[in-house]
Each structure stands twice: as C-alpha cells, then as structure tokens.
C-alpha cells in the first residue's frame, strides 16, 4: 500500500514562487502515473502536472501552467517535487499529490494525462497554496 504525503504549501504574492514537495512511501512508485492536481473553492479538482515514471523527465502539464511550473521526481525516494513560478492568483487552491498504485493501464505521460482524475486511487492529504497581494 501506498502512501503519499505533501509539504511545501503557503501563501505568496503574484509573481513569487513555491515548492511543493510528495513523499511517498509503501510500495515502488518507479514504474507508475503520479503527478499533481489542484482544486479550488467551488470548482472541480483538475490535472496539473503528470509523469509516468518509468520514463525520465518526460510530463504532461495544463496549458495554464506550461512554462511557469516544472516538476522533477527522485525514483529511488519515491519523491516528487513541483517548482511553481511566476504564480498567479488564479493558482490559489489545494494542491494534491496523486499516484496510480498498482499500476498496469499506462507505460507513458501521454497515457497517463489521458486517464481519468478517478483512476488515480492514492492521494495525499492536500497542502494549500494560496497567491494574493
């Protein structure tokens, strides 16, 4: 069973940065779908950046975020880590790191963007990140 934790969240002005941090522990997650999603008040949690981590340094990303957050994993830790910059107030939400334990449906990052929010079934607990000024 896998397990995900979160750090890194808090508050910055439009225009900072932040980072974002996933542990997870339990079993591998060297050959799967993990990435981050977001969700803010009153809207429907969304994909914001996916790996398949089999494969190196190969994601996936909203179009509101390309160019402006990056993400990079460590397999050997089971970490993965999310740059944010240039943040806008529109980012504002819970950020979620999310993994498809067990994984068998995808072997790339196009694949795993395309997979329903739903079949991502390992979540962290979610840390906020909010933008204002």
């Known amino acids: 069973q896998v397990q995900l934790v979160e750090s890194g969240g808090g508050s910055v002005r439009p225009g900072g940065s932040l980072a974002l941090s996933c542990v997870g522990s339990?079993?591998?997650?060297?050959?799967?779908?993990m990435g981050w999603f977001r969700q803010a008040p009153g809207k429907e949690r969304e994909r914001v950046i996916i790996?398949?981590?089999?494969?190196?340094?190969?994601?996936f990303a909203a179009e509101s975020v390309s160019g402006r957050f990056d993400m990079s994993r460590n397999n050997a830790k089971n970490t993965l880590q999310l740059e944010m910059n240039r943040l806008k107030p529109e980012d504002t939400a819970m950020y979620y790191c999310?993994?498809?334990?067990?994984?068998?449906?995808?072997?790339?990052?196009?694949?795993?963007?395309?997979?329903?929010?739903?079949?991502?079934?390992?979540w962290g607990q979610g840390t906020q990140v909010t933008v204002s000024s």
């Open positions: 999310a993994a498809v334990a067990r994984n068998t449906a995808c072997y790339s990052a196009k694949c795993c963007w395309s997979l329903s929010i739903s079949a991502y079934n390992t």
């Open positions: 339990g079993d591998s997650l060297s050959t799967t779908c």
């Open positions: 790996a398949y981590t089999g494969t190196t340094n190969t994601f």
